[in-house]
């Protein structure tokens, strides 16, 4: 039998692929996970292993409580917080407690393209709202939310990741913030926050979460160590409204497992009590914001300017706009010719936008290899029949 | 603040307590998890951390598959296979792509009460089959189908624990294992088998799988390490066609995820590719064998013979019918003052039957506890107002 895979991307060494958003395997904290380990069932021993507290394990849930209070401004109380498997199951849980098959749920466009199959799977009937480069425009969406009203298709959610946004790398401005869970709270819809580029802000610190600005029981605020720490640990968190985390606590789901995952909350319990988490998430954002420079430097050297993009503030993402005349999946067979791989955007489209765009990570490789993959852009935008 | 819970159950000194179908924590392999934790990340290194393999490590897949041909006769192919975290978030998973809110899901009668929640969780419609001592009665289950086809709600799915059965530890008989699954086959709905206890065996080797015995794609057998090593875990998997398991991987839930639990799933592979699964096992099976036959014994001590039980085969439970006018849920407060607990037998009824039954565990504890707590409980029935 040959081998079967042990992770997902298998790389392909004559590619340079800027498509999958992953972490660098080289900065994934594998010697801080170990003492996390070591420490875990030194300390805790076979209550490490047991069915677990239902919201997640008491020294995770007491460190993630006082780093929110400490950085948000907003104190969590017990009955608001739970541990999950991370942003995808987070959500996949809200959205069991939330919604039934057949609802409507808002999702901002672009988005993430897999929360929009996530959606799709529950059944969901998805309506897009149009963002700029500030975010969701927060007056379309009033004006989607009251013709659904109107069309007694009242929206139970809307998923949003306002903070270094994937794919655009935007976040949302302040006033926008501020007008958003005003018009949750009056529609009584529930926000999906996404929040899980949080800890990777590179310039200044990042914008107040939704959660931490609205009234309680509107934002389902969904957090992750994926990518603070490591996405195969499959561990996160939310915070939410006392009624919701009390729901999935008494589901059956929940109540079966005795909380999702015990053993790797305890363990990256142990790796934060250590003092290991802020010097690992400062290494990533030093490590990330060099890589994002290099690329954006590379991308004006090699690309004719007619190629757009911002900088963004943080995250994984670079999100470009093509010219007239050009569009990403045309493109796209002519960089992997070249040596290059990238998302085209109307993967991130619900509505099958997005075919002037592209989404590229820089997350994956070091500067000397994003610097390569900028240039093999280049030559495959010069390779174009008609370039615009 | 005071502090949060790490575990699920908060041991009370004053009662013993087989009630809740715990592990006994001192018999949980804390050290073979340690080595297990230290030889994933020094073997996978960062790949350990990474988004994973969406059907479960490599290296996990592959012991299972090589136990499963050697133990169940049937081999199974890379794509019949999902790693999953536990049996409940399998049968979730499962559900979420067998059935609909509304559809009809039978159950046997009496089941495990946290499998009814996650059933009516999903908005699913319970229809119970009764049961004797060899097992669901597949003639009842037949007549039930046809009525349910006939009233147009066809059932999408049964959910079974066939082997060393939660809550009565019976076994489904032979015979009844091939009738069932061509039923099954015939009319066109899912057996979800709960397997979770098929290495507890502890008089001989368990009865086949339903899955083993089936055509390709009528069960969705549902494994787990929650019992054979540590529920904290959060690790089983499940064997099922291929459909099912294309379907779930291509879920946006999988896919987004890059498998369930990577890193926990690979400190497993570590752990039972050094051998220590078998002996481990073996341990649980001495242990829990002369904890059964401890047990046993001392309710034939202790209680008088109209309290009736049949010694299982394997798992964790004793079932016990009562004498007639004996109601678990009178008995229990008895039982508490007494100093012992059980989980009265209507918690396992989606129909409010099980009145006169109540479920002992005898995994908890150490044999002479079990004794101590069948004789408060023989000090308990003594104490009924009116013993028969």
Redesign the interface.
């Known amino acids: 039998?040959s081998?079967?895979?042990?992770?997902?991307?298998i790389d392909d060494p004559s590619i340079l692929d800027l498509g999958w958003g992953?972490?660098d395997?080289?900065l994934?904290?594998?010697e801080e996970?170990?003492r996390g380990?070591?420490a875990a069932?030194k300390r805790?021993?076979?209550?490490?292993?047991?069915?677990?507290?239902?919201?997640g394990?008491?020294?995770l849930?007491?460190w993630l409580?006082a780093r929110i209070a400490a950085n948000e401004g907003r104190a969590v109380d017990?009955d608001e917080i739970l541990v999950t498997?991370?942003?995808?199951?987070g959500l996949?849980l809200a959205l069991?407690a939330l919604t039934?098959?057949g609802d409507t749920v808002l999702v901002e466009s672009p988005t993430y393209y897999?929360?929009?199959?996530?959606?799709?799977?529950r059944?969901l009937d998805l309506v897009t709202v149009a963002t700029d480069g500030d975010g969701i425009l927060v007056e379309a969406l009033a004006q989607k939310v009251a013709e659904l009203k109107r069309d007694g298709r009242p929206p139970r959610a809307l998923y949003t990741v306002p903070t270094f946004n994937n794919p655009t790398g935007t976040s949302l401005s302040d006033p926008r913030r501020t007008a958003l869970v005003e018009l949750a709270a009056q529609q009584e819809f529930t926000i999906l926050e996404d929040d899980v580029y949080r800890e990777l802000a590179y310039d200044s610190p990042p914008a107040p979460s939704l959660w931490s600005l609205a009234p309680p029981g509107t934002v389902v605020r969904l957090g992750s160590f994926s990518k603070s720490?490591?996405?195969?640990?499959?561990l996160g968190w939310l915070t939410a409204g006392v009624d919701l985390v009390r729901r999935l606590c008494e589901?059956?789901?929940l109540?079966?497992?005795?909380?999702?995952?015990?053993?790797?909350g305890?363990?990256v319990a142990c790796l934060c009590e250590a003092g290991d988490f802020d010097p690992h998430v400062a290494r990533l954002r030093q490590a990330y914001k060099s890589r994002r420079d290099a690329l954006a430097e590379a991308l004006k050297r090699y690309l004719p300017d007619t190629f757009r993009w911002r900088t963004p503030g943080g995250g994984f993402f670079l999100w470009m706009d093509l010219p007239s005349g050009v569009e990403a999946g045309f493109l796209l067979p002519l960089a992997e010719a070249s040596g290059m791989s990238f998302f085209p955007g109307s993967r991130f489209h619900a509505d099958g936008g997005g075919r002037r765009n592209l989404r590229l990570v820089f997350t994956l490789y070091p500067e000397t290899q994003l610097v390569e993959a900028a240039e093999r852009l280049g030559q495959a935008i010069r390779s174009l029949p008609a370039h615009v």
């Open positions: 039998m081998r079967l895979p042990i992770v997902q991307r992953h972490p395997p080289t994934l904290p594998v996970i170990r380990a070591e069932l805790f021993g076979a209550d490490a292993l047991q069915y677990g507290h239902v919201a394990p008491g020294p849930l007491e409580m017990p498997s991370g942003i995808s199951s996949d069991s039934r098959p897999l929360a929009i199959r996530i959606l799709q799977d059944g720490l490591a996405p195969g640990l499959r589901s059956g789901l109540d079966s497992s005795g909380g999702v995952n015990p053993f790797t305890l363990v």
